[in-house]
């Protein structure tokens, strides 16, 4: 079957979940004798520049308009003209932005699958048009596709009261990974089990800010190292920024207590996890957190908000806060971080959660079934 992804900034992932979960299933699909198409965006493989991509799946560039507001549905437009000139015999559709185009796989009789990854339509940095034009997206995806699927439980549910129709749950897969040696991470001044590690964009949603906030006003001794990417939201990456710099060493030089490292992939993000204390979450919007799969995959203690799609992933074994609360994301870093036993004990609980539930081999196979069911409906 040849396939073809839409709806991504492109591979190799930089942190995005969405990147990452494309790039981990096409390898997968690829392995079982497909044959997978990426779309990118050519900004993104620039700003990537350096970093290569391994993968099996082809990746292909097509033009688009730069902006907030206009990259992703232009860049979508033309993906979608291009697929259906090489005639692939199915458009895998990710997010409801890209999916205001999903009409015209449905033009000429292309089977197209759409999966929501999350309800990007609420996150508080879109202005109120941008949230009509992804609620619209949504609708034309949920209208047009000819199956629909959701990484969550939640957002399966939301969807098929909302719409009317069939929606399949396929969650986000992890893979069983080796702890790896503290050695490259060194060079930043830090030590195993001596550092709290958030990992993730830097946006609104993702409430950085409270962590800095939490951080500080318990005056936590350990580093907080944040791993993130900010190309999408520099405005609110320089607040926290700013938040922070009385004890952030922007670089990560190792003599601040909280330390901006930028994106990081391959070695250096699996030292990071393998040696982090805590792994802490504090986004208040999320469909199927890839970081809180992969910390668990780790064996780490990880502390999230305290929300249902968190719950879906790790249920009992993790720590939570309540929403918005800087005394209580910081009494229970606190609290995990001075209990070694505890961390171990939450670990190790969460690591056999995630590999017994979300294999990236079994999470492919579904989405195999579900392309066939695409494919038998058209």
Same mark, same amino acid.
């Given at each position: 079957?040849?396939?073809?992804?839409?709806?991504?900034?492109?591979?190799?992932?930089?942190?995005?979940?969405?990147?990452?979960? %494309?790039?981990?299933?096409?390898?997968?699909?690829?392995?079982?004798?497909?044959?997978?198409?990426?779309?990118?965006?050519?900004?993104?493989?620039?700003?990537?520049?350096?970093?290569?991509?391994?993968?099996?799946?082809?990746?292909?560039?097509?033009?688009?308009?730069?902006?907030?507001?206009?990259?992703?549905?232009?860049?979508?437009?033309?993906?979608?003209?291009?697929?259906?000139?090489?005639?692939?015999? *199915?458009?895998?559709?990710?997010?409801?932005?890209?999916?205001?185009?999903?009409?015209?796989?449905?033009?000429?009789?292309?089977?197209?699958?759409?999966?929501?990854?999350?309800?990007?339509?609420?996150?508080?940095?879109?202005?109120?048009?941008?949230? @009509?034009?992804?609620?619209?997206?949504?609708?034309?995806?949920?209208?047009?596709?000819?199956?629909?699927?959701?990484?969550?439980?939640?957002?399966?549910? @939301?969807?098929?009261?909302?719409?009317?129709?069939?929606?399949?749950?396929?969650?986000?897969?992890?893979?069983?990974?080796?702890?790896?040696?503290?050695?490259?991470?060194?060079?930043?001044?830090?030590?195993?089990?001596?550092?709290?590690?958030?990992?993730?964009?830097?946006?609104?949603?993702?409430?950085?800010?409270?962590?800095?906030?939490?951080?500080?006003?318990?005056?936590?001794? *350990?580093?907080?190292?944040?791993?993130?990417?900010?190309?999408?939201?520099?405005?609110?990456?320089?607040?926290?920024?700013?938040?922070?710099?009385?004890?952030?060493?922007?670089?990560?030089?190792?003599?601040?207590?909280?330390?901006?490292?930028?994106?990081?992939?391959?070695?250096?993000?699996?030292?990071?996890?393998?040696?982090?204390?805590?792994?802490?979450?504090?986004?208040?919007?999320?469909?199927?957190?890839?970081?809180?799969?992969?910390?668990?995959?780790?064996?780490?203690?990880?502390?999230?908000?305290?929300?249902?799609?968190?719950?879906?992933?790790?249920?009992?074994?993790?720590?939570?806060?309540?929403?918005?609360?800087?005394?209580?994301?910081?009494?229970?870093?606190?609290?995990?971080?001075?209990?070694?036993?505890?961390?171990?004990?939450?670990?190790?609980?969460?690591?056999?959660?995630?590999?017994?539930?979300?294999?990236?081999?079994? %999470?492919?196979?579904?989405?195999?079934?579900?392309?066939?069911?695409?494919?038998?409906?058209?």
């Amino acid at each position: 079957m040849r396939l073809a992804m839409v709806g991504s900034r492109g591979v190799p992932a930089m942190l995005s979940g969405v990147e990452r979960v %494309i790039e981990e299933l096409s390898e997968e699909l690829s392995a079982h004798g497909h044959e997978v198409i990426i779309y990118a965006r050519p900004w993104y493989l620039r700003a990537v520049k350096g970093v290569r991509y391994t993968g099996s799946a082809r990746v292909i560039t097509t033009a688009g308009l730069s902006g907030k507001y206009t990259d992703a549905i232009t860049h979508t437009l033309t993906a979608i003209c291009d697929a259906v000139r090489r005639k692939v015999d *199915l458009i895998h559709v990710h997010c409801a932005g890209p999916a205001l185009m999903s009409f015209i796989p449905r033009l000429v009789s292309l089977p197209m699958v759409f999966t929501v990854h999350a309800p990007e339509w609420d996150r508080a940095r879109w202005s109120l048009p941008a949230r @009509f034009a992804l609620r619209l997206g949504l609708t034309c995806g949920m209208k047009f596709a000819s199956a629909v699927s959701a990484v969550s439980l939640n957002l399966c549910n @939301f969807l098929v009261d909302a719409y009317n129709r069939e929606v399949e749950y396929i969650p986000n897969g992890v893979r069983a990974v080796e702890p790896k040696k503290a050695d490259i991470i060194r060079k930043y001044g830090l030590e195993p089990d001596k550092f709290g590690l958030y990992v993730g964009r830097i946006v609104q949603e993702k409430r950085v800010d409270l962590l800095i906030r939490a951080w500080q006003a318990r005056k936590i001794e *350990l580093p907080l190292v944040i791993v993130g990417d900010q190309m999408q939201e520099r405005g609110y990456a320089s607040f926290c920024y700013r938040l922070a710099q009385k004890d952030a060493r922007i670089g990560g030089d190792g003599r601040g207590k909280i330390m901006f490292l930028g994106p990081k992939i391959g070695r250096v993000l699996e030292e990071l996890y393998s040696n982090a204390a805590v792994v802490i979450l504090p986004s208040e919007l999320e469909g199927m957190s890839l970081v809180l799969l992969e910390a668990a995959a780790y064996g780490k203690c990880v502390i999230a908000r305290e929300m249902t799609a968190n719950r879906e992933v790790l249920a009992d074994a993790m720590m939570t806060f309540s929403d918005n609360s800087i005394d209580s994301l910081g009494e229970v870093i606190e609290r995990c971080i001075a209990d070694e036993e505890l961390r171990c004990q939450i670990g190790q609980k969460a690591r056999e959660r995630v590999i017994r539930e979300f294999s990236w081999t079994d %999470i492919s196979r579904e989405y195999e079934r579900l392309y066939q069911c695409a494919l038998q409906r058209q």
